[in-house]
Nanobody, 130 residues
Framework: QVQLVESGGGLVQAGGSLRLSCTAS????????MGWFRHTPGKDREFVAT???????????YYADSVKGRFTISRDNAKNTVYLQMNSLKPEDTAVYYC????????????????????WGQGTQVTVSS
């Protein structure tokens, strides 16, 4: 497992933007599948986005329908960091956002299940006011 530390959460008005960052420990960050989930009390934990490589060179991204076109996941392997740029935020985006990592890249489907990831960060609160 790797240690994950998120930052960048906060309070923003609807229509605004935030960028979350997640820095990971470990020497093989580039080979890890990275992602973001979110959780709101009373609801199930929800997949948000993932970025991973199946060949060690080309990364693919995948998004939940609820954030597609508004959120962008990216990574800087030199900094061991993954980002989630969130634009056009809505009150329903309010949640605790968790960074996740896996040393195994699943083949044949996007990694959207919580059990796909072994490592989880502590979470960062994002609140979008109307």
């Amino acid at each position: 497992q790797v240690q994950l530390v998120e930052s960048g959460g906060g309070l923003v008005q609807a229509g605004g933007s935030l960028r979350l960052s997640c820095t990971a420990s470990g020497r093989t960050f580039g080979s890890y599948a990275m992602g973001w989930f979110r959780h709101t009390p009373g609801k199930d934990r929800e997949f948000v986005a993932t970025i991973a490589s199946r060949d060690g060179t080309t990364y693919y991204t995948y998004y939940a329908d609820s954030v597609k076109g508004r959120f962008t996941i990216s990574r800087d392997n030199a900094k061991n960091t993954v980002y989630l740029q969130m634009n056009s935020l809505k009150p329903e985006d309010t949640a605790v956002y968790y960074c996740v990592a896996s040393d195994t890249v699943v083949r044949g489907r996007p990694m959207t299940a919580s059990f796909d990831y072994q490592s989880w960060g502590q979470g960062t609160q994002v609140t979008v006011s109307s």
